[in-house]
């Protein structure tokens, strides 16, 4: 099964029911507030709001998780390296400062938040939508594409470097750290690219043939009624006061 | 040009980018309703001709025109997309939408057709190959043969009066291959296949156009030039033994 971020697309709750671009706009400008909190507090109370907002989408907090696992890991290192402090003179010498580690940990709430909040932005409405309503909000239209058909062949092209591996693997290829492991999946990563750019080409001719113009036309119809201003206003007040609280009040 | 033509190749060459032939100076008519193959080993251009018939590609020389309009006037090719439609080798390429049904209904929305009637055409397109009920199903879970109907419906949908196909059998199980000759067969559409399979086009084309090195080098039915074994060997093609029985004549030998 593939990690498709919209597979909880067709439930129903509060979320899903927010039309696609104000909500775009909602959680972008929250993203934005947790991207800018500068004091642990304020973001574990991000943290909290994200997660308030995950479980009224009704999306699976395991499903989420288990995303956010590999973000987990990407942040892990910075628990070690920031605290470190290495000055070169007048002599070589290394610092551990504890202070530093208030710096990973608000670092780690953020991204957390962040990556929590992401799923009931994007992954309660098919992303075809999410992307047709960026294109409506004024986003580039080739910008647009691009992440769409990312998304739509990422899947494809998994498919095809893990066929590629079991191929390597069938004839007795055993993958390791060494030089001729490293060619092979350079090999392989090269092929993948190759592949994709061609394919990419055949995709926009059979695109162009059934009259794509370069504008994305659905059935959705944006029908924004006053329970979708509501809701961006609450998500919004929230950012305001997420903010407002890490400059005057919090920690 | 008659005004039963639907396509016509006149001395059409075309090169690809890295200098590789595609055609070199083709000539082919499609008469309106009628079933088209286009037989001939791999490298003969059989898709370069399709993809040059709906102005994918630029012709280096050479005329082609679609139901009487020179493709090289403006908006010509995108007048002839709206009564031409093709239906790829390779369905992942051509069935790219979050749904079946938002893939079906593509191509009708990107000509302009009121929500209502679009909707319709796509129900339509998926009753006519079967898909009923697929509507919501994620096209790159579906197997093979599905993704290949769903390709044909995003194609039908459109309505075209010629459909061009590109190795529609390849890759297919037997019970599809079966399903998707039956549909062939029973269409009302001007085609024109591209194919390896001689079964195809003994039993659903009217007529074949053989194919070598870029040119046609022979057109006539079916049964003519599927049977000639020693031309069909010239031309870099093997007659499959238990074609002669398919087609009820006596074996040859060259």
């Given at each position: 099964?593939?990690?498709?971020?919209?597979?909880?697309?067709?439930?129903?709750?509060?979320?899903?029911?927010?039309?696609?671009?104000?909500?775009?706009?909602?959680?972008?400008?929250?993203?934005?507030?947790?991207?800018?909190?500068?004091?642990?507090?304020?973001?574990?109370?991000?943290?909290?709001?994200?997660?308030?907002?995950?479980?009224?989408?009704?999306?699976?907090?395991?499903?989420?998780?288990?995303?956010?696992?590999?973000?987990?890991?990407?942040?892990?290192?910075?628990?070690?390296?920031?605290?470190?402090?290495?000055?070169?003179?007048?002599?070589?010498?290394?610092?551990?400062?504890?202070?530093?580690?208030?710096?990973?940990?608000?670092?780690?709430?953020?991204?957390?938040?962040?990556?929590?909040?992401?799923?009931?932005?994007?992954?309660?409405?098919?992303?075809?939508?999410?992307?047709?309503?960026?294109?409506?909000?004024?986003?580039?239209?080739?910008?647009?594409?691009?992440?769409?058909?990312?998304?739509?062949?990422?899947?494809?092209?998994?498919?095809?470097?893990?066929?590629?591996?079991?191929?390597?693997?069938?004839?007795?290829?055993?993958?390791?750290?060494?030089?001729?492991?490293?060619?092979?999946?350079?090999?392989?990563?090269?092929?993948?690219?190759?592949?994709?750019?061609?394919?990419?080409?055949?995709?926009?001719?059979?695109?162009k043939?059934?009259g794509?113009d370069?504008?994305?036309?659905?059935?959705?119809?944006?029908?924004?009624?006053?329970?979708?201003?509501?809701?961006?206003?609450?998500?919004?007040?929230?950012?305001?006061?997420?903010?407002?609280?890490?400059?005057?009040?919090?920690? | 040009?008659?005004?039963?033509?639907?396509?016509?190749?006149?001395?059409?060459?075309?090169?690809?980018?890295?200098?590789?032939?595609?055609?070199?100076?083709?000539?082919?008519?499609?008469?309106?309703?009628?079933?088209?193959?286009?037989?001939?080993?791999?490298?003969?251009?059989?898709?370069?001709?399709?993809?040059l018939?709906d102005g994918l590609l630029e012709p280096?020389?050479?005329s082609i025109e679609a139901f009487g309009v020179p493709l090289g006037e403006d908006g010509a090719v995108l007048r002839a997309r709206q009564r031409m439609?093709?239906?790829?080798?390779?369905?992942?390429?051509?069935?790219?939408?979050?749904?079946?049904?938002?893939?079906?209904?593509?191509?009708?929305?990107?000509?302009?057709?009121?929500?209502?009637?679009?909707?319709?055409?796509?129900?339509?397109?998926?009753?006519?190959?079967?898909?009923?009920?697929?509507?919501?199903?994620?096209?790159?879970?579906?197997?093979?043969?599905?993704?290949?109907?769903?390709?044909?419906?995003?194609?039908?949908?459109?309505?075209?009066?010629?459909?061009?196909?590109?190795?529609?059998?390849?890759?297919?199980?037997?019970?599809?291959?079966?399903?998707?000759?039956?549909?062939?067969?029973?269409?009302?559409?001007?085609?024109?296949?591209?194919?390896?399979?001689?079964?195809?086009?003994?039993?659903?084309?009217?007529?074949?156009?053989?194919?070598?090195?870029?040119?046609?080098?022979?057109?006539?039915?079916?049964?003519?030039?599927?049977?000639?074994?020693?031309?069909?060997?010239?031309?870099?093609?093997?007659?499959?033994?238990?074609?002669?029985?398919?087609?009820?004549?006596?074996?040859?030998?060259?």
């Amino acid at each position: 099964m593939h990690p498709e971020i919209d597979r909880y697309a067709h439930i129903d709750s509060p979320i899903h029911r927010w039309d696609p671009g104000l909500k775009i706009v909602g959680f972008g400008v929250f993203v934005v507030a947790v991207a800018l909190l500068s004091k642990p507090a304020s973001a574990f109370v991000g943290l909290a709001f994200s997660f308030l907002l995950l479980s009224a989408s009704k999306i699976p907090v395991p499903f989420v998780l288990g995303r956010l696992k590999f973000l987990l890991l990407a942040l892990a290192p910075f628990f070690l390296l920031l605290p470190v402090t290495v000055v070169s003179q007048p002599e070589w010498s290394v610092t551990w400062e504890w202070s530093r580690e208030w710096l990973a940990l608000l670092l780690t709430l953020r991204a957390l938040a962040i990556g929590v909040a992401v799923f009931p932005m994007l992954g309660t409405a098919p992303f075809h939508l999410s992307m047709k309503a960026l294109q409506d909000l004024g986003f580039p239209k080739t910008i647009v594409q691009a992440v769409l058909f990312s998304y739509r062949y990422l899947f494809v092209y998994l498919d095809q470097l893990r066929r590629m591996r079991v191929a390597a693997r069938s004839r007795g290829f055993r993958p390791g750290l060494n030089r001729r492991s490293f060619r092979v999946f350079g090999y392989q990563v090269g092929m993948l690219l190759v592949t994709s750019y061609e394919q990419t080409e055949r995709i926009l001719k059979a695109m162009k043939s059934r009259g794509y113009d370069g504008t994305i036309r659905t059935l959705h119809a944006s029908r924004r009624a006053p329970a979708d201003w509501f809701k961006l206003g609450a998500v919004l007040a929230t950012a305001l006061l997420l903010t407002l609280g890490d400059r005057l009040w919090i920690g | 040009m008659d005004r039963m033509t639907a396509l016509s190749f006149g001395s059409v060459s075309y090169h690809y980018p890295d200098g590789t032939r595609g055609l070199g100076n083709c000539d082919l008519c499609v008469q309106t309703a009628e079933r088209l193959a286009l037989l001939g080993p791999n490298g003969a251009g059989k898709t370069t001709l399709l993809l040059l018939a709906d102005g994918l590609l630029e012709p280096d020389e050479g005329s082609i025109e679609a139901f009487g309009v020179p493709l090289g006037e403006d908006g010509a090719v995108l007048r002839a997309r709206q009564r031409m439609g093709i239906v790829f080798q390779n369905a992942d390429d051509q069935v790219f939408c979050p749904t079946v049904f938002e893939d079906v209904i593509f191509g009708p929305l990107n000509h302009d057709l009121s929500p209502e009637e679009a909707h319709e055409r796509a129900h339509e397109a998926l009753k006519q190959v079967g898909l009923e009920g697929y509507e919501n199903r994620v096209p790159q879970h579906l197997s093979g043969g599905e993704k290949r109907k769903v390709a044909l419906a995003t194609v039908l949908a459109m309505q075209p009066d010629l459909i061009l196909f590109d190795e529609p059998t390849t890759g297919l199980d037997p019970r599809g291959r079966i399903e998707l000759l039956d549909l062939l067969e029973e269409s009302e559409q001007t085609l024109l296949i591209a194919t390896h399979d001689f079964e195809l086009a003994l039993r659903v084309c009217t007529r074949v156009a053989l194919m070598d090195k870029g040119r046609v080098v022979a057109t006539g039915p079916p049964k003519e030039i599927l049977m000639d074994r020693a031309r069909l060997e010239t031309h870099g093609l093997v007659q499959p033994p238990w074609l002669p029985y398919l087609a009820g004549v006596e074996p040859n030998t060259p």
